[in-house]
């Protein structure tokens, strides 16, 4: 792959997050075809499309889990396209996973705790010795933990283990544990899967909280197209690893691309 010595500058107004001409190959398979997206700060974007679109290997690209073969990732300013998964994080870019990944044996204070670990400054010295420092930083986590937790709205199970607690829960755990990170772009992996029709319906407020109060640009991954339309500012649609429509709900629901994509050539006139 191909990378330039230096990321131009990023010259949209108010542009947080920038693909350019992404593709990804494993072998003969082109899993992305030459995509290119964008995400505006403070705003939600949904990416979306049919069964083995290219959703996830994208979203793994620009969280840095995957290398693209070609194309660049933009993050503000800087080009994180070479960079590993913890860097990219601690550049401000945070996310969860389609399969939860708590620490089932943690209390849900302890699993927001874990992900501030990169930001504490205290070594093992200051530890041990359990100095001013430590402590310090011990109960500014508590704090913080315990407000994150506050804010999702699963703060009376801060002492519960992950386990524990509901499935819709924990999903509220995972981004309370991303928002540990301190993160100015959100990515949320299959947020309202599993859970019942009620907690999807409280989900879209939840997101623009998110947006609002946090100051935050997200990104979602979302099967829900019920979710999907009333949450987004924007939306792109991916099918066989190529971009095939972008823009507003209004425009994405009537585009015939998208319709055949989901429905096949028999839901034409239909929409989403």
């Known amino acids: 792959m191909t990378t330039p010595q230096t990321a131009p500058q990023n010259t949209e107004t108010g542009l947080k997050l920038r693909a350019d001409h992404i593709t990804v190959q494993f072998g003969g398979l082109v899993a992305v075809n030459d995509v290119s997206f964008t995400i505006p700060e403070q705003s939600v974007v949904s990416l979306i499309g049919p069964n083995g ?9 620009l969280t840095g889990l995957y290398r693209a073969t070609s194309g660049r990732v933009v993050l503000g300013d800087r080009d994180i396209t070479t960079l590993v998964p913890h860097k990219i994080a601690a550049l401000g870019m945070a996310r969860t996973f389609q ?3 708590l620490f ?3 209390t849900a204070e302890e699993n927001v705790k874990v ?14 010795v359990r100095t001013p420092r430590q402590r310090r930083e011990e109960r500014e986590a508590h704090e913080t933990a315990r407000e994150l937790l506050e804010f999702v709205g699963i703060g009376k199970f801060a002492g519960e283990y992950a386990r524990n607690i509901s499935y819709g829960d924990q999903r509220r755990l995972e981004i309370a544990r ?7 772009v959100l990515l949320l992996d299959e947020p309202t899967a599993g859970m019942n029709p009620q907690e999807s319906a409280t989900f879209t407020s939840f997101v623009h909280r998110l947006r609002d109060e946090k100051d935050l640009s997200v990104l979602l991954i979302e099967h829900d197209m019920s979710v999907v339309m009333q949450v987004s500012d924007r939306i792109t649609v991916l099918d066989r690893g190529e971009k095939i429509a972008e823009g507003g709900p209004d425009d994405i629901r009537n585009d015939q691309r998208v319709i055949e994509a989901y429905l096949g050539k028999s839901g034409r006139d239909k929409k989403i």
Do not use: E, Y
Not at 178 to 184: I, K
């Open 115 to 128: 992900a501030m670990h990169s930001k504490l400054r205290a070594g093992p010295f200051h530890t041990i």
């Open 178 to 184: 991303a928002l540990a990170l301190d993160p100015s």
């Open 104 to 106: 089932g044996l943690m």
């Open 53 to 61: 679109a290219g959703k996830t290997t994208f979203f793994n690209v």
């Open 99 to 101: 399969n939860i990944r």
